[in-house]
């Protein structure tokens, strides 16, 4: 039996008690990119009635990211945009946002987090929506960086015909994006831009 903590109540540990535990969290944190692409694969199982699945349009979104040039930033953020729709269809957005916070630069987190409300110009008007709810952030610095993500590479990816990668070409750059130390200020990069299409 593998050994464990003495406490049942958190107060109640003591330094050996969390001594233990810090070495296990770390491996099992260093497991998240190989959890991740597995969750992604269950995205095949997802909201019916679309053209295509989930895992689909999550892997045309980055292979249309990668073909504009985008960075690893932009490439990740693509493929995991929609992660949240199994666990949370009402704000899936914020769900994949959190996840990929500690790991990418900011404008990519903020976009990822707020292209539910931008993508509402596609179709708000036909399900008694906002169509228009994007333009509560106006003026903000990754506005326009939101709009060419959703334009580009999220709104036009439920294509039957549109031949993209499988999730074994994007499978290392989820490993080395979740292997960065979270929350690195380099990675980060608090207000930086970078574009989304060089290509």
Request: aromatic fraction near 12%; charged fraction near 25%.
């Amino acid at each position: 039996m593998n050994e464990t903590v003495k406490f049942t109540a958190m107060k109640d540990g003591d330094k050996a008690d969390y001594d233990l535990l810090h070495p296990l969290e770390v491996e099992y944190a260093s497991g998240t990119a190989d959890r991740l692409l597995n969750a992604l694969v269950t995205l095949d199982e997802s909201l019916s009635g679309y053209q295509v699945t989930r895992l689909g349009h999550s892997l045309q979104s980055a292979t249309r990211a990668h073909r504009d040039g985008a960075d690893i930033d932009w490439i990740v953020s693509a493929l995991l945009h929609d992660i949240g729709d199994i666990f949370a269809p009402y704000n899936h957005d914020e769900y994949a946002a959190s996840i990929l916070k500690p790991f990418v630069r900011e404008q990519c987190t903020w976009v990822v987090e707020k292209h539910g409300d931008f993508q509402m110009l596609y179709y708000g008007h036909h399900v008694g929506g906002n169509q228009h709810k994007r333009d509560a952030y106006k003026g903000h610095k990754y506005f326009d960086d939101c709009a060419t993500f959703c334009e580009r590479w999220d709104q036009s990816s439920f294509d039957s015909a549109y031949k993209h990668e499988d999730i074994d070409f994007f499978r290392d750059m989820v490993h080395e994006v979740f292997a960065r130390t979270p929350y690195d200020p380099a990675v980060i990069r608090t207000g930086a831009r970078e574009p989304l299409v060089t290509a």
